[in-house]
């Protein structure tokens, strides 16, 4: 590594530590020693910290420890270096660097400055929730998130700025932002130009100060214990986990100062390049150049005819030299597209049109045709386009496709429906919800102006289906319905179908069928997990059935999809097969040597990490658990949802625990060998209300219509007590019930 960075990473090392130091010895005083510290909705201590060195940091005490400890890895200052830095000596300044600036935050929020706020009264992101970075897991296994960056500083100016964040967003990045240049932040830059930031559109504002930008490393070690499983403390495997299942990249934009570079020999500690977009000195500046970890592309030499092309160049640049895998295709509709724009919101005041929604009729109907049907490419609208109506107006579309293919399969009909709210959602300012006859539309002013009409709604559907269901879709039509008469007529025969459909996937159940799915995706994350997916039980994600998987399979034979043959059954009552245990066996790296279908208690499945629920027994219960992701409460096991991962994720078998997908409660095999719904008696509230009627019905057909009102939740039980009591004046079945253990 160059003198110069060597030196000012060493030098910035130094500045951060001292001030790390300086900050303890006050924070002895005030607060106190046993004042708590613990960054918002994280349970994982302080995560570099605890992933890197096993050292739990709960109060201000502990950090005594790791003060000391980031002293004893600083090299001696530049000026006292007769030769140059060893690289090794400039890694440990890093990590010292990293260690310095999680415990400065971990002060911060002790002594109640955080979270930050701007003098606009901007509420900045701070450290990402626990349960954010597990419902992001899927968008990282299935390419949707291939990678994310960690973005420090300011654009040189506003468009620039803009047109870099929509460039990451149109290939799925995570975009992680702090520091600033002179007072000006990227995220600043931004919100004045009306983007919308947060957790659904990939763009994480972090904080103005270079050292919050230590909360990607934070995301990324919780990463590495979540997904893969290691246990903390384990620097050298959460390392590499990082460098080699974790795409991620830092780009520094303006000048760099020492404490930036003392950042960036942390980031390079993780496996992760470092990006510039001004000249670092020692490294030549030829055009695009490299210097082993660290690449300087000044803006203004960067080849292009404008800065637009610019900003391309060094997205390309930042992507191509982490080896990211960008799977969204280019859509040629007039507006930005990718993933990242699912999360958008159009609100009230920027909106041009909406179909469906409360007292509209909007709907999408995906039906299967002869080859001789349909016109590949032809895309129709009948009735008036979008721009012809009222700002603000609402007005009725009916979304025909019609699809022809090979192999494709009228059960695929429903599978391909699903996508197109993904599909939709992709495009830069319109906002999808719902699907089938609850459809609802809102389209940004914004994006009518830039010229999106109705016909581009069919070429996002047309692109797509080719784009990622080719090899069952051949040809794809699309008909745009927006005249009221002809909308309200389809709306009858699409409901019609939709009938049928949902008649014909209730007779779907595992006994009907001697195939069930894998599903493997998560092994980047969890290489000793296999899900088996079953007609009467999704993924442990909840984004995949069994159809889907089995449409999955017949676009890719060697994906992540593959059939899993029943074979001679071991035991009808605990869905146990001698297939299913050797695919299983085969799969899982030789780790698992059984597993069972419909136990909680011999055997289960193993859990990633980015199940949709936990469920654990309550052995006191006698009966058992379902906490929701998005429940962030404690529970009455004494733990919460991110403390019942760490038990239990990462690919291991953990009998009496295991994660699942939501709508799983509600089938006729959820633990059947075990009680099935009688045993349920805590649920998160979120799920009681959401899944209230599924619910009901599982509880009839159990004969207890009224075990809903029976179950406890966060608000009547938040303890073991607590539980044991509501259950008791409630008269729950699972207290009469066989024990459990």
């Known amino acids: 590594m160059s003198r110069f960075i060597a030196t000012s990473a060493i030098r910035g090392a130094h500045e951060v530590v001292g001030r790390f130091e300086k900050m303890y010895h006050e924070a002895m005083k005030k607060p106190g020693p046993d004042a708590p510290i613990k960054f918002p909705n994280t349970v994982y201590y302080l995560p570099v910290i605890y992933g890197i060195l096993g050292h739990k940091v709960q109060t201000i005490k502990d950090l005594g420890w790791v003060v000391d400890y980031a002293k004893s890895l600083l090299p001696p200052l530049p000026a006292e270096h007769l030769w140059l830095p060893y690289l090794g000596e400039t890694l440990d300044a890093g990590m010292a660097t990293f260690f310095a600036e999680e415990g400065i935050m971990g002060i911060e929020y002790a002594m109640g400055k955080q979270p930050e706020v701007s003098p606009d009264g901007f509420k900045w992101n701070g450290p990402v929730d626990d ?10 296994v299935d390419g949707t998130m291939p990678g994310f960056a960690a973005i420090l500083g300011a654009a040189k100016n506003e468009q620039i700025a803009v047109k870099l964040i929509r460039e990451f967003q149109s290939k799925g990045i995570l975009l992680f932002m702090a520091g600033n240049v002179k007072g000006n932040t990227l995220t600043k830059q931004a919100l004045n130009q009306g983007v919308t930031l947060g957790y659904d559109t990939f763009t994480i504002p972090f904080g103005s100060s270079t050292e919050s ?7 990324a070690t919780r990463a590495a214990i979540s997904f893969g499983g290691y246990e903390p403390g384990n620097a050298r495997l959460n390392l590499l986990y990082n460098k080699f299942r974790a795409f991620a990249f830092a780009l520094a934009l303006g000048p760099v100062d020492d404490l930036k570079y ?3 020999a ?21 055009g695009i150049t490299q210097y082993e970890h660290v690449i300087s592309m000044p803006f203004d030499d960067i080849p292009g005819k404008d800065d637009n092309e610019r900003v391309e160049r060094l997205v390309e640049k930042c992507i191509e030299i982490r080896g990211i895998k960008i799977k969204v295709a280019k859509v040629p509709i007039p507006v930005a597209y990718g993933p990242a724009f699912e999360g958008e919101v159009v609100r009230k005041a920027d909106l041009r049109v909406e179909m469906g929604g409360k007292g509209g009729m909007c709907f999408e109907w995906l039906r299967m045709k002869d080859v001789n049907e349909v016109e590949d490419g032809k895309i129709e609208v009948i009735g008036p386009d979008i721009d012809a109506a009222a700002v603000g107006a609402k007005i009725p579309m009916g979304i025909v496709i019609d699809v022809a293919g090979r192999k494709m399969q009228k059960d695929f009909e429903g599978v391909l429906e699903r996508q197109i709210h993904h599909f939709i959602n992709g495009a830069e300012g319109v906002q999808h919800q719902g699907q089938r006859d609850i459809t609802w539309i809102r389209i940004h002013k914004n994006a009518v102006e830039k010229g999106f009409r109705a016909k581009d709604i069919g070429t996002i559907l047309h692109a797509n289906f080719h784009n990622h269901y080719g090899a069952i879709v051949d040809k794809v039509q699309v008909t745009i319905y ?6 309200k007529e389809l709306l009858e025969k699409a409901r019609e179908v939709y009938r049928e459909r949902n008649a014909r996937i209730a007779g779907l159940t595992d006994d009907a069928v001697d195939v069930f799915y894998s599903c493997t995706l998560c092994q980047s994350f969890a290489p000793t997990h296999v899900c088996v997916i079953n007609p009467e039980r999704v993924g442990l994600c909840g984004a995949y059935s069994w159809l889907d998987c089995k449409a999955a399979y017949e676009i890719n034979p060697n994906g992540a999809n593959q059939p899993v043959l029943k074979g001679k059954m071991l035991s ?17 790296q030789q780790a698992i040597n059984r ?3 419909y136990s909680l208690m011999d055997a289960p499945m193993t859990t990633c990490g980015c199940c949709e629920c936990v469920m654990t027994i309550i052995p006191e219960a006698n009966g058992v658990m379902v906490v929701s992701r998005d429940d962030y409460s404690m529970t009455p096991a004494g733990m919460t949802f991110t403390q019942l991962m760490g038990v239990m994720g990462g690919g291991h078998q953990t009998p009496g625990m295991m994660g699942h997908g939501k709508i799983y409660v509600t089938s006729k095999k959820f633990i059947s060998a075990d009680g099935g719904i009688k045993r349920l008696v805590w649920l998160s509230k979120n799920l009681k209300e959401e899944l209230a009627d599924q619910l009901k019905e599982a509880a009839e057909r159990a004969g207890e219509p009224d075990l809903l ?7 009547s039980a938040q303890d073991s007590d607590s539980l044991i009591k509501f259950l008791g004046e409630k008269g729950h079945p699972a207290m009469t019930m066989d024990p459990m253990v």
């Open 131 to 140: 349960v954010q970075v597990r419902s992001w897991g899927v968008a990282m």
């Open 213 to 219: 930008i230590i909360y990607a490393g934070g995301y």
């Open 262 to 264: 003392a950042t960036a």
């Open 266 to 286: 942390g980031a390079i500690n993780y496996g992760f390049p470092v990006v510039t977009d001004t000249l670092i000195p020692n490294v030549m500046p030829v």
């Open 482 to 487: 927006t005249d009221p008469p002809k909308v």
């Open 572 to 588: 009808s009552e605990k869905g146990e097969w001698e297939g299913v245990n050797q695919f299983v066996y085969d799969h899982a």
């Open 595 to 597: 597993f069972t279908v």
């Open 709 to 715: 009102s029976k179950i406890a939740d966060g608000e």
